[in-house]
């Protein structure tokens, strides 16, 4: 086996928005998003966002990479074959977490040009409404993104980054939750989460079939050894 799971690191952020895009076929996925599609500018801002978000709790934000150690030095995306990113929230939230959140929600740093500000809202305000719904104030762990490198499907990325995040929640006793697209859920499922709610954008913006739609799913904190 030449797969490696191991902490993603800064360096690997442009990797990892690289492998994003690939992952979810990006021109389709997102075209209602970004109307030019993905320019220089969209991408310096989407990895700027991660790396700040990133730097102000690192304690919350856990980002994991899986790496083909058979891959060569020049690899367009330098070894990357799937990326994780896992928001731990380890305690329940206070009156002044969620006055920061909802300050932050509306301020939000202005989008470069090319962005569909309403329909980035639109998600958004989906995403966020969705965690509402699952998990409202609770502690739990929530994976934010998961994405393999297409020519890697179906090998055993996913579930590496599922043992990972998921034996972190067990050792903490947290439940998890998750917005699947419907390629994730069968995988989701195999690893022990249940369908809560259909999640599905807002019908005239995305379309009634967005590829971005799909399913609210939850699973229990287990004893620390079972997945
Ligand atoms: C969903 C995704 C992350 C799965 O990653 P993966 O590395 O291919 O997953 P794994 O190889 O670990 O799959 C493990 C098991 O999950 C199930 N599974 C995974 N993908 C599946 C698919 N497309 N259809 C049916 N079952 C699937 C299977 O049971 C599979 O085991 P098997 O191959 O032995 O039958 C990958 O398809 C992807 O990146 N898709 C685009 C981005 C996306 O939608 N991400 C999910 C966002 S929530």
Redesign the pocket.
Known sequence: MTFQLLPLEESDVPNMMNLIWE??NGEERFKVLYTNGRTPEIRAHQIKQILDEWREHPERHKYMKVIDTALPDDDPLGKLV?TSHWDFRAHERTAADLAEQEKKRANPAPPPPGVNVEAGKAVRKSINDAREMLAGSKAHVY?V????RPS?????????HLRWGLGEADRLGLPSY????H??V??YK?HGFETVAPFKLDPEMFGEDSPLN?ECMYRPARPATAT
């Open positions: 992952a979810h799937g994976l993104g998961l994405s393999t890697y499907h179906r090998k055993g990325v996913g579930s590496l998750l917005s699947a697209t390629m994730g069968p995988l195999k799909g």
